[in-house]
């Protein structure tokens, strides 16, 4: 039985890495993974040693989002210990399960498949030196979150929701859970992923087109900060597309409010 109050065993910290960060979601397609990559990037351009494991290994697309489909990590020994070496690009060190399964095999996996592989991606990872290692999670509650804390411990979780009533039903339950007896782990704050669109042409519109104010709403209920709001923006899904990440260029509208978001992350 967990103890959600024990003191947390030496293993559970990576050496060398200061600060875990889950980013969560309680829906599917909110932007979690697009939050989560360009989090990383902005993170590395602010100057940090940066990290980001996607652990959503039913639906891995970290590589995609960084151009990197195509590496295959070597292993590497460390004191005597085979440790697989993470994919560097932009200035943050990734993983994925994407990098050692065929497309379609890991979803078909049985849930100890999958939790054994984040074990061993976060635990024989050469991870090195980090400020931050930020976990892309599957989207809402599962033996994954589970596995993960029961890992590693995390310094907190962010949770990326759409103003949308749906989508901020399933962020309450993915904050309840953070919180509850099981995880116990601290809720950093709120990301409104898709608060609104701007079109070029009518450039001081915005159209709320998945509701207005919703995630200012639930942080005050469940007193959690607003960490930013991401508008909705045709080059945001294009660089995921393309694998890279509008935080790329922080002097861009959407740079800017990644850094933002960085910043207040941080
Ligand atoms: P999740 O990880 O929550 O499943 P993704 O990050 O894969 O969601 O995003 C779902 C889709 O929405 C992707 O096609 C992505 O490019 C797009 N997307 C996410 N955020 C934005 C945004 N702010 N503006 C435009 N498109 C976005």
């Not at 909110?30 to 989560?36: E, L, N, W, Y």
């Not at 990383?40 to 351009?45: F, S, T």
């Not at 891995?60 to 989002?65: A, E, G, R, T, V």
Request: charged share 20%; glycine share 12%.
């Amino acid at each position: 039985k967990i103890n959600p109050r024990a003191p947390i065993p030496e293993q559970k910290m990576l050496a060398g890495v200061k600060n875990v960060i889950a980013v969560a979601s309680g829906k599917g397609g909110v932007g979690k993974s697009t939050v989560a990559s360009n989090l990383a990037v902005a993170l590395a351009n602010l100057g940090y040693k940066v990290g980001l494991l996607d652990a959503d290994v039913f639906g891995p697309s970290i590589p995609k989002m960084f151009q990197t489909e195509d590496a295959r990590p070597v292993l590497r020994k460390v004191d005597g210990k085979d440790k697989i070496v993470p994919v560097e690009k932009y200035g943050v060190k990734n993983l994925s399960i994407g990098y050692f399964v065929e497309a379609n095999d890991a979803l078909v996996w049985r849930g100890a498949m999958a939790t054994g592989a984040i074990k061993q991606l976060i635990g024989d990872g050469d991870w090195g030196e980090l400020d931050y290692l930020l976990l892309d999670l599957p989207p809402g509650t599962s033996d994954i979150h589970l596995t993960v804390v029961q890992t590693i411990s995390l310094t907190g979780a962010v949770v990326v929701s759409t103003p949308q009533d749906v989508a901020l039903a399933d962020a309450r339950k993915g904050i309840s859970m953070f919180t509850g007896e099981k995880i116990n782990v601290p809720v950093l704050g709120l990301v409104e992923n898709m608060a609104w669109f701007t079109p070029a042409e009518l450039p001081d519109n915005k159209y709320y087109i998945f509701g207005e104010g919703g995630c200012k709403r639930l942080a005050e209920e469940l007193n959690v900060e607003l960490l930013g709001q991401i508008p909705i923006v045709q080059s945001i899904r294009e660089g995921g597309d393309k694998g890279e990440p509008s935080a790329l260029n922080p002097d861009s509208v959407t740079g800017r409010a990644f850094a933002e978001l960085g910043e207040a992350v941080v």
